[in-house]
């Protein structure tokens, strides 16, 4: 009889440490699972939620008076672009949200007034925003219709709406050549495309050309986002 409940009593433990283990191992199972799972929800909430909008930590409107030429240069925001020009890719000026690479639009107001007495020349390839690490130029219109393009085909954009889209990049996007002639100015959208991070410090440099092709300032304007 003692024999038989020594021998019932390692049979338990064995029934025991084996369930155990199998408690153990799916418990790890099931871990793995919850831990995988959170994963992937973090990473569909973050690409429904998108990037953050731009907002400027500082004043949005710079303006720098140099060597008679005066140019002041705003930050417009989405919020400010949504109200003007629509939400959503009606909208030429706010970038896709819901992409893979995540490009990022940041638009600028450029306003220059030319107080020489001579012509000023202002070349979209010749300016440079950097922004952590980017050396990027502002983008002209037929790159930016060029942009929507497919895109808005894709969406099943209506056609009169895509003609009403290019016109307003047409109409507000800066061409690749400013020539302001003396006494006049010349008021325009900047607009530069990247992957962009949500925050970090901004620079902007604009040279201006005299007729001779002489650089005869480079303006430097800085933000904070």
Not at 186 to 194: N, S
Request: proline share 5%; charged share 25%.
């Amino acid at each position: 009889m003692e024999k038989q409940l020594k021998l019932a009593g390692i049979i338990g433990y064995d029934i025991f440490k084996s369930n155990f283990k199998r408690i153990l191992n799916m418990k790890r199972i099931y871990s793995g699972w919850i831990i995988a799972l959170a994963i992937i929800a973090l990473a569909v909430a973050g690409c429904a939620g998108g990037p953050l909008p731009y907002q400027t930590q500082d004043d949005p409107i710079k303006r720098i008076d140099e060597e008679g030429i005066i140019i002041t240069q705003r930050f417009i925001n989405d919020e400010t672009l949504k109200r003007l020009y629509g939400k959503g890719i009606i909208n030429p000026f706010i970038a896709p949200m819901h992409t893979i690479q995540r490009t990022r639009f940041l638009v600028f107001e450029l306003i220059v007034r030319n107080r020489r007495e001579e012509n000023v020349t202002l070349n979209l390839n010749q300016m440079e925003l950097q922004f952590s690490g980017q050396h990027v130029q502002p983008i002209n219109s037929f790159q930016l219709i060029n942009f929507w393009k497919q895109k808005d085909e894709r969406a099943g954009i209506r056609a009169i709406d895509r003609t009403k889209k290019e016109k307003v990049i047409k109409r507000y996007i800066a061409p690749n050549k400013i020539v302001i002639s003396p006494g006049s100015s010349f008021q325009g959208y900047l607009l530069f495309k990247g992957g962009f991070p949500n925050f970090g410090e901004v620079k902007i440099y604009l040279p201006a050309l005299v007729p001779s092709g002489r650089p005869v300032h480079v303006f430097e304007f800085g933000y904070k986002f």
